[in-house]
Each structure stands twice: as structure tokens, then as C-alpha cells.
């Protein structure tokens, strides 16, 4: 019989994300008898186990690439190839950072780009050879994409893939972005990008590696709703072969920078500083979670107004998706007999497992208490009796508005969150925690129910200029 601590952990594991929900293979899952009898091909890749059970060879490079070939062509009406050894992708994990992004486009934490209509427009930083992003994002939901590189290799084959599929190859640009296009800021660009001359001087003195990334390759009059990128993961060639279970090919070009995948993070970071009106969304996955923290730290610091964070599982690899922007959230506009109530409830939905409603107390707790506000918490009733501070009251009251709006709370939120808990759920539980400092002010009670916690906020008149916002 499995000991508790397996089923624990076997329960455990399998509340894990897998698949994004949309997914076409979500339910699906690729079914190699059925390719193998449609695309001769791919026919002798396709071997039986002694259960009748069909199964490829993921270490054989021959074998990972036609399998992406048939996926795209059978679900998706695409035509590709690359040639021997670039990296070869595999359709469904691709297609789950393009659903993710999907998901942040629709959601309304930061406000719809009002001019560029129903027409969504990506840059893929580093599109290579294969090209996948744009031809996915193109084929699914129809974005409009430029996806640029380096390599003459890359851009070579990334335009041969979109000149193959004429049905989509006036969504899709491909663009160089190596040295010889010469780093241009032009005034409009740093007028927009409200970057003070101290500020050029810090990110132009960081800007000094070869190839451009977004500088010098997004044009002044561009605007985009997301950029995405999966960037070299590694710094050495020795370190990118460590997965000897599968053959996905891959050059040095390709998987390997200096600095690896945090340097180059760090380089579209300080990018998104210059260009912040230029992308509603800068997103970018990651290989390594302890990458995570250093490139999350680094987007507080340089003013972000928001941070997103996502785990993509596939079979053993992991991978995660950051995203970031500088648009200030949506505004949500209390109507007035809304903040006349005493009352004022909402869930957050989608929480992960280890976070419990005592984490989120303690954390609504040592929040308001580093913003100076004085509390008292009882975990057993999951309540914490908030006390704002004069400047807090002075703060809410400067903005001029009867209540504490999501811009104030969020800079407060910055500016204390340190490493607490806070941090992790803003980080890490993709929830829109922007409330929790607004309607915490002086007394919260919360409920569970698995994955989704309800926040209570009741305020007190104590003659506070707060009362009843
Ligand atoms: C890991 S591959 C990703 C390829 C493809 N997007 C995918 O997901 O399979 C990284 C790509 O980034 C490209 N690259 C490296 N430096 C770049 C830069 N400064 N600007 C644009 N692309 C770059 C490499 O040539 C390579 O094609």
C-alpha cells in the first residue's frame, strides 16, 4: 500500500497546470497511430510497445521534427520545415505561452489598448528558424506578428515557413535585429518613454552587447500588445545538453548566450524601460525558477506597474512565463453608494495550494504593518483589525479622491512588499491581489474553499477621513 507521504505528493503533483485548458490538445493529446496512418513519412518513426501502444523516439531528432511537421499541418493548416539540428519545437508546450498570453490580453487588469480595435499585433523575440510563435499565434487566433533574429540561418528559414502558408504570411513580418540596424532613440521615443537623461545614461551604458533586442529593432511608430520570447537558456553549450531524453536539436546560436537567459531577460527588461508605450504586455519564459526572483526584483525596481507569473509543465520540464507592463491598471471606479457600504467583499480565484487563508492574513498583516498602519490579527477567527496610519489617511487623502484607487494601493504594495508573502501571491498565484490593500483597512475576515479564498473587508467609523470608502 502507498505510504501517506506518497499520496501526498502524488495528490500534490497532480494539481499541477499541465496543459492550458484551450489547448487543442488538452483533451486530445497527439495520437501517433492516427498521424502515422495519414502521412507516410512519418509512418517508420511511429514504433508499438508490447501493450499496441504507438510511441516515437524523443531522442531522435528525425523523428521530434516530423512529429512537429504532421501536428502543424494536420491541426493546423501549417506548412514548416527547419533544416538538420536547429531547435525543433514541440506544438502542444509552444501553444500554452501563446494561450497565456491570450489570457492576459483578455483580462482587464491593465485597460484595452482603445485605437488598435479587435486586431492583436506580438513581436517574438528570437522567432529562429522553426518560427513557431507567430505561425501558432497566426493559425489559432489570427495575431498579426513581427518576429525577429539573428542569425542569417533563422531569418532565412523563418521567412521560408511564412512564405509557405500564404494564408497567413501577411500577418507576419521577419525582421533582423543584429548590430548593423543602428541603435536609434529618437526624441519622440524618449519624450514617450518619459526617460530623463539620468536614466539614458544608466540603460545605454548596460546596452553595449552586440545585437539589439527591442531598441534599435521596434520602429518609433509601433505599438504592439505583447511581446514574448524564448530567449538562449543557457550559457554554455555543456549546460543546454544536460537533457539527454529528448533531441529537440538546437545550435549554440540558439541556446546559448553570455549570461544566459538572465542576462537576456535583463536586457528586455531594460528595453521595456525606453519602450514602455510601445507594448501593453512584455513577457518572456523562463528555464531556470531561480531566474524568477532575480528578474521579478528587477521589474520592481525599474517601475513596472504590474507583474504577472505562470508554470508550464511538460512531462519533466518546467518552464515559467513572466510577464510585466507599465500601464497602470485598470481603474475600477467605486460608485458611490458602493463606498458608502460598510461592507466590501471578492474572491481571489485560482490560488495555489500552499497558500491558505492564514498565509494571506499574515500577509494583509505584515503589509499594512510596514505601510505603518497598526494591527492586530487573530488566526483562529481569520481576522485582522487594520488601523491606517495618518500618513496612509494623508497619502489616500492628497490623491484627491474618496477612495484609495488601485494606482495608490499598488505603489504602497511596492514599496513594502520586500520578500513577504505579499510579494509570493502577487508573483506567484496569478491573482489580482490590488484590493487587498484597499478594503483591509480595518477589519478582514476571510473563508476557504480550495484554491479560492473569500475577503471580507468591514469598515469602522472612527471618525477616520477613511470611514465608509
Ligand atoms: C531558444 S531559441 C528560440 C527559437 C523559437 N522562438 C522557439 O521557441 O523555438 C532563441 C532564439 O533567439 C535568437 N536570438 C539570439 N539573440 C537575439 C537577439 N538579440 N535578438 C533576436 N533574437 C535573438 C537566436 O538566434 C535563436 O533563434
Known amino acids: 500500500m502507498p505510504s501517506k507521504k506518497k499520496n501526498k505528493k502524488r495528490k500534490f503533483e497532480d494539481t499541477r497546470p499541465k496543459i492550458h485548458p484551450r489547448n487543442k490538445y488538452s483533451e486530445n493529446p497527439p495520437d501517433f497511430r492516427h498521424l502515422a496512418s495519414l502521412y507516410p513519412s512519418f509512418e ?18 528525425n523523428a521530434t521534427r516530423e512529429l512537429t511537421r504532421v501536428l502543424l499541418d494536420h491541426d493546423h493548416n501549417v506548412k514548416w520545415w527547419i533544416p538538420d539540428g536547429q531547435l525543433c519545437p514541440t506544438v502542444p ?17 491593465i485597460p484595452k489598448n482603445k485605437t488598435s480595435g479587435d486586431n492583436v499585433s506580438g513581436f517574438d523575440i528570437g522567432t529562429g528558424a522553426n518560427c513557431i510563435y507567430p505561425l501558432l499565434g497566426a493559425s489559432l487566433l489570427g495575431w ?20 509557405s502558408n500564404p494564408h497567413l504570411s501577411e500577418l507576419i513580418e521577419i525582421r533582423k535585429a543584429s548590430s548593423d540596424s543602428p541603435l ?8 514617450t518613454g518619459r526617460v530623463t537623461g539620468e536614466v539614458v545614461e544608466t540603460f545605454a551604458s ?27 537558456f543557457f550559457e554554455s553549450m555543456e549546460e543546454a545538453g544536460l537533457n539527454p531524453k529528448t533531441a529537440c536539436g538546437g545550435t549554440p546560436e540558439e541556446m546559448v548566450c553570455p549570461g544566459g537567459e538572465r542576462a537576456f531577460i535583463m536586457r528586455i527588461i531594460d528595453d521595456s524601460v525606453v519602450l514602455k508605450q510601445s507594448f501593453r504586455w512584455f513577457t518572456s519564459m523562463i528555464g531556470r525558477k531561480a531566474n524568477l526572483k532575480v528578474l521579478v526584483s528587477k521589474l520592481w525596481e525599474v517601475g513596472v506597474t504590474i507583474v504577472k507569473t505562470t508554470e508550464f509543465v511538460q512531462g519533466e520540464t518546467y518552464r515559467w512565463g513572466l510577464a510585466w507592463s507599465f500601464v497602470p491598471p485598470a481603474r475600477k471606479v467605486v460608485a458611490s453608494h458602493v463606498a458608502e457600504k460598510s461592507n466590501i467583499s471578492f474572491m481571489l480565484e485560482g490560488l495555489q495550494r ?6 494571506v492574513l499574515k500577509s494583509v498583516e505584515s503589509y499594512f504593518l510596514a505601510s505603518g498602519a497598526s494591527c492586530k490579527s487573530d488566526p483562529s477567527s481569520f481576522v485582522v483589525n487594520v488601523t491606517p496610519s495618518k500618513e496612509y489617511c494623508h497619502l489616500v487623502n492628497k490623491n ?3 477612495n484609495v484607487d488601485e494606482d ?20 506567484e498565484s496569478r491573482n489580482d491581489f490590488l484590493f487587498a490593500s484597499f478594503t483591509s483597512l480595518h477589519h478582514n475576515v476571510f473563508q476557504q474553499i480550495p484554491g479560492t479564498l473569500l475577503l471580507r473587508g468591514s469598515l469602522q467609523h472612527r471618525g477616520s477621513p477613511l470611514s465608509g470608502s
Open 44 to 61: 517508420p518513426f511511429v514504433f508499438y510497445t508490447h501493450n499496441n501502444r504507438p510511441r516515437i523516439d524523443w531522442t531522435d531528432f
Open 93 to 109: 508546450n509552444r501553444s500554452n505561452y501563446i494561450h497565456w498570453i491570450e489570457d492576459l490580453l483578455a483580462s482587464d487588469i
Open 144 to 163: 498579426s506578428f513581427v518576429g525577429s533574429d539573428v542569425t542569417d540561418v533563422a531569418l532565412e528559414w523563418a521567412e521560408k515557413n511564412v512564405n
Open 184 to 191: 536609434v532613440l529618437s526624441e519622440t521615443t524618449l519624450d
Open 206 to 232: 548596460e546596452l553595449k552587447k552586440d545585437d539589439n533586442v527591442l531598441i534599435g529593432v521596434v520602429r518609433d511608430d509601433e505599438h504592439f500588445d505583447f511581446c514574448m520570447c524564448n530567449p538562449p
Open 354 to 359: 500552499q497558500f491558505s487563508a492564514v498565509h
Open 400 to 402: 484627491g479622491d474618496e
Open 408 to 427: 495608490t494601493s499598488y505603489q504602497l504594495m511596492q514599496q513594502t512588499s520586500g520578500s513577504s508573502l505579499m510579494d509570493e501571491l502577487c508573483f
